[in-house]
């Protein structure tokens, strides 16, 4: 058995693989918070964890010396001599039955047998820590707590007869990526020489866009004195060390450069080059060992990042599991060995309190990775787009001047080189789409000229990782949202949704789970979500569903033909996918109605009460497919025709009166029947149209072919009353529509949906003209398409909203938006006219997770109180101000104070102002009427309201200063100058503390803080 050190030893690297110490070197992303606190863990790992497992043995050790004592206590007593002796003799009969009248001695026996048995079958304190390391290294994965594998498959129930879990279930899924760790492998000499290679930088794609970057070969590292902050020492691509040799990577984006034979030169000119050929033998038949190590190294750093919404509870909540596993698999041991059994109880108690301690030590590094990926994130980027006919005339001198305006202009296609630019052009041309960033000067103008700002946006678009699109918005569009439509990541393994290998389905199950949690929470209770999907999570997808949504609120799995042909597959050629059909609250809602093709009523009704209505006339009267005898017996009757003839269905009875509506029963199933029963037919006869015909399959009163074929008009505003419910299978719908439409637009785009598909969901939902339609998976923005072009249409005042966090927002979805906007028809990226739909749409950037962890600064360090304790150590942001670099506390109100001068990093390098302004009305959820700047740019007045549950509107005004210079006389020249606004108002927030006597006004500060990171649930 391993000795205790060994044990202690294979538990402290298991600890220090979880808390990430070997990548605390790298100072971007997840490792900055590990960076931080390298110290602090090191200490609880080599310091405090050993001496409270010492602390926990000596307790375990004083029971077992107070049982001894006892045991001494009794034996020393010459009264208990016999007794003692009765003991020895091993006769137990008469120790049970001596036992039974003398509790001292029933307690000496106890005692003696505990002491035996332990000396016989003494479980050595390696154990415990073996019991800690395989409990640890069980739940832990490359980074992250999952179920184990026997858990998974199994069915949960929570109030309902069925249910199912997931590997990762419980998790946030944060993205997919590279997780490098050191890599080492051993040559095959005698010397058996380390080699390791060893991540410097990582430029690794953000926020689960597409990763562009590869392993490159070389690097200089630097070892930095902590206190000086002097390099000591300096290598670059390589370092020598005692028979071992590390090499130098980068993960960035860069050219292709042939790594092996890089690393075979540099290994060449070293004090190994004896390895070269080594490196250079082959691993297997067709791979170099070099070439075999990089490509594990590469391969192995794969890997999903979770982060646990409840680490503590789950890893408590195992821990019970496991100690219950391990007395299972000792129970015959113990069967009847009291001593044993006592002794294996107070360990695993041991155990216990020694997971404890380490459960909260690992949950506080989570829970604070936790607060910063569900903290509302900040808008960093916000600005409007709109057609000329939203603009006043009065900035058209200045739009004309603008080179930048005028050149997108030309890339968009909505004039050249040849358009001659002038203020005629621009009435001529309104649908012209105007972007606020190239008017910097004029956008307060322009956004002050609004009476309601948010009501006569029609759009908003957000550049976001779509759980903190929805996060952040879900205060002001709560209970608001008719319609979503998503088009998530199938899965197939080439859509862009990565994955690590073992766990494909559940990283997507998390992934999906959150964001649809999310969405139920926007739709109106009469709401409904369509969710398109494909094979690969066909069956899951819609087990997630019904366990958001609820098994009553499950609608449909709606069939579309996606494509006619193809020849990829392995049995069968994938030709459709599915819709799911859900809705928020089934009760609520209206049925579905496909409607009616206004190109089938081609006809005008000229008389009749229903004269000037459009009808069709080519629905026979006469169906052979009707059983007569079925139902039918009243519907076989004369019919006079216009030229005084008759016509009856074929058949073998006749009436015996040949007039009109003179009627017979059928006696074979071969005596057809008209569609009517015979009082119908006397009521409506003014609906049927005679038509000659030369085949007509109806009789005259001679029993011959008749010389005409009857049909029935079908009005089409009675079909619109009626409604037409509509088919579960779309066959005319496939995505050769959206790939013909892109390119109409000169846009190229992998797999676009087509904009009919969202156009007929949105018309089987009956879509109101005001309602708000949500696509967070916007890819080329299909949906927010279908939607303008809808309100193009019937001038409606629908509103959208797209989320897309990849370079398509830039490059693809903001560009088709604008093109469809100026025009309805292109052809190879040109307009053929300037036919568009009105409109203004918003476009934002928020910050992300990782920008979040890209900014961070170390937290104050407080002593005692745990790692990074919640309620101490808030998050600290580095928040460049205009005039010098300064660190901002989120816990201290002085970002608040001046909030035009703030910026962050976003991305790798670039620096964006924080939109403080704009991230607050999402916080309070209000609906923006008047967004007000002064000229200056150093003062911003919102005036809006939020509808509550209830129905009830509050009212606010909301204004923030540049600085806390003069703020109570500023304050009050605003009242005065908008005294109508702020009389109306329930609640007077400002930046700063005002004392004014005639408004009661509220910090924004306080609130800010309390909503940034206040749970969505």
Not at 243 to 256: D, M
Not at 546 to 572: H, L, M
Not at 641 to 656: K, L, R
Request: glycine share 6%; hydrophobic share 30%.
């Amino acid at each position: 058995m391993e000795n205790t050190n060994t044990s202690l030893l294979n538990l402290q690297e298991k600890l220090k693989e979880i808390f990430e110490i070997n990548n605390s070197d790298l100072d971007f992303g997840i490792y900055r918070i590990m960076k931080f606190r390298e110290k602090e863990i090191k200490n609880f790992i080599d310091i405090e964890l050993p001496k409270t497992i010492n602390s926990k043995f000596k307790s375990l050790e004083s029971s077992s010396k107070n049982i001894f004592d006892k045991v001494s206590e009794f034996e020393e007593a010459s009264e208990n001599d016999s007794l003692v002796e009765l003991y020895n003799s091993g006769n137990t009969t008469e120790i049970e039955s001596a036992s039974k009248y003398n509790p001292k001695f029933k307690e000496y026996v106890s005692n003696k047998n505990s002491l035996k048995d332990s000396k016989k079958t003494s479980i050595e304190s390696d154990d415990i820590y073996n019991w800690l390391n395989a409990f640890f290294t069980s739940y832990y994965d490359k980074g992250d707590f999952f179920k184990t594998r026997k858990q998974k498959g199994t069915y949960k129930f929570e109030g309902g007869d069925v249910g199912f879990t997931w590997a990762t279930e419980g998790q946030y899924y944060i993205k997919s990526g590279k997780h490098f760790n050191i890599y080492s492998f051993y040559s095959n000499d005698e010397k058996k020489t380390k080699i390791t290679f060893e991540l410097l930088e990582t430029k690794e794609a953000l926020n689960n866009n597409k990763d562009k970057c590869k392993l490159i070969f070389g690097g200089t590292k630097e070892i930095i004195d902590e206190e000086t902050g002097d390099i000591l020492e300096s290598f670059t691509n390589i370092q020598i060390k005692e028979n071992e040799i590390v090499l130098f990577f980068e993960y960035k984006e860069g050219e292709n450069k042939n790594n092996t034979e890089n690393i075979l030169e540099v290994f060449s000119k070293s004090p190994f080059a004896i390895l070269t050929k080594y490196l250079s033998d082959k691993k297997t038949e067709k791979t170099k060992v070099l070439d075999y190590h990089l490509t594990r190294f590469e391969a192995e750093s794969k890997r999903d990042f979770f982060i646990h919404k409840d680490l503590k509870g789950f890893l408590n909540t195992e821990l019970e599991d496991f100690i219950n596993s391990v007395i299972s698999e000792k129970q015959s041991a113990i069967l009847g060995n009291v001593g044993l059994a006592t002794e294996i109880l107070k360990k695993l108690q041991v155990m216990r309190e020694v997971s404890i301690t380490i459960i909260d030590f690992i949950s506080g590094v989570e829970e604070y990775q936790k607060a910063i990926f569900e903290k509302k994130k900040f808008v960093v980027e916000s600005e409007y787009c709109m057609t000329l006919d939203k603009v006043s005339r009065d900035f058209y001198d200045e739009i004309l001047k603008n080179k930048e305006q005028i050149q997108e202009w030309k890339n968009l296609g909505f004039i050249d080189e040849k358009t001659k630019l002038d203020k005629a052009y621009l009435e001529a041309n309104q649908t012209l789409v105007l972007d606020t960033k190239f008017f910097p000067n004029l956008k307060s103008k322009i956004l002050a000229s609004f009476e309601n700002l948010d009501e006569e946006t029609n759009g908003l678009l957000i550049n976001s990782e779509n759980f903190q699109a929805l996060n952040l918005m879900l205060e002001k569009y709560r209970g608001k949202v008719k319609c979503i439509y998503i088009d998530p990541p199938y899965n197939t393994g080439d859509d862009g949704f990565p994955y690590k290998d073992s766990f494909k389905h559940s990283s997507w199950l998390s992934m999906i789970e959150d964001r649809l949690l999310l969405a139920r929470e926007l739709l109106t209770d009469d709401g409904v979500i369509f969710v398109s999907i494909g094979e690969d999570e066909n069956y899951n997808l819609e087990k997630i569903l019904k366990n958001i949504f609820g098994e009553q609120n499950y609608i449909s799995n709606v069939s579309r033909v996606q494509k006619a042909g193809g020849r990829k597959g392995t049995y069968f050629s994938p030709s459709i996918d599915y819709v799911y059909v859900l809705s928020k609250n089934i009760s609520c809602l209206e049925g579905f109605d496909e409607g009616v093709d206004i190109s089938l009523y081609p006809l005008t009704e000229t008389e009749g009460i229903y004269k000037g209505e459009k009808y069709r006339d080519d629905q026979a009267f006469y169906l052979s497919s009707l059983d007569s005898l079925r139902g039918c017996t009243n519907q076989r009757y004369y019919i006079k025709c216009p030229d005084g003839s008759f016509v009856i269905p074929p058949g073998n009875v006749f009436p015996e009166k040949v007039i009109d509506a003179e009627k017979v029963l059928p006696k074979t199933s071969n005596d057809k029947v008209w569609r009517w029963k015979f009082q119908s037919y006397l009521y409506n006869k003014e609906m049927l149209v005679f038509k000659k015909s030369n085949n007509s399959p109806l009789l005259d009163e001679n029993g011959n072919q008749a010389k005409y074929n009857v049909y029935v008009k079908s009005y089409m505003h009675l079909r619109e009353k009626d409604g037409t419910v509509p088919r579960n299978f779309i066959t005319d719908i496939q995505n050769r529509k959206g790939t013909s439409t892109l390119d109409k637009l000169g846009i190229s785009f992998a797999y676009p949906k087509p904009v009919e598909l969202i156009s007929y969901l949105l018309k089987i939902i009956r879509i109101k003209k005001d309602d708000i339609i949500l696509d967070f998976f916007s890819g080329s923005g299909t949906t927010q398409h279908a939607v303008t072009e809808l309100n193009g249409i019937d001038n409606g005042n629908r509103k959208y909203i797209g989320v897309e966090m990849g370079e398509y927002f830039e490059e693809i979805l903001k560009p088709r938006i604008k093109k469809v906007t100026y025009s309805n028809n292109w052809k190879k990226g040109k307009p053929l006219d300037n036919v568009g739909t009105s409109q203004i749409f918003k476009y934002q950037k928020l910050e992300q997770y990782e920008d979040s962890l890209n900014n961070l600064q170390e937290p104050q360090k407080i002593e005692n109180q745990g790692f990074l304790n919640t309620e101490l150590n808030k998050i600290v942001y580095e928040l460049k101000n205009n005039e010098a670099s300064s660190i901002s506390i989120l816990n201290d109100d002085s970002f608040i104070r001046t909030p035009f001068a703030q910026s962050m990093k976003i991305g790798e390098d670039d620096f964006k102002k924080v939109n403080f302004v704009d991230t607050f009305n999402y916080l309070l959820g209000i609906h923006v009427e008047k967004y007000l700047i002064s000229e200056d740019n150093k003062q911003v007045i919102i005036s809006g309201n939020k509808e509550l549950s209830n129905g009830k509107i509050q009212r606010y005004f909301i204004v923030w200063f540049d600085n806390k210079d003069n703020v109570n006389s500023r304050f009050e020249k605003v009242v005065n100058d908008y005294k109508n606004l702020i009389e109306k108002a329930d609640f007077i927030y400002c930046n700063h503390q005002i004392a004014n006597k005639e408004y009661a006004t509220k910090d924004i500060y306080p609130e800010f803080y309390e909503l940034t990171f206040k749970s969505s649930k």
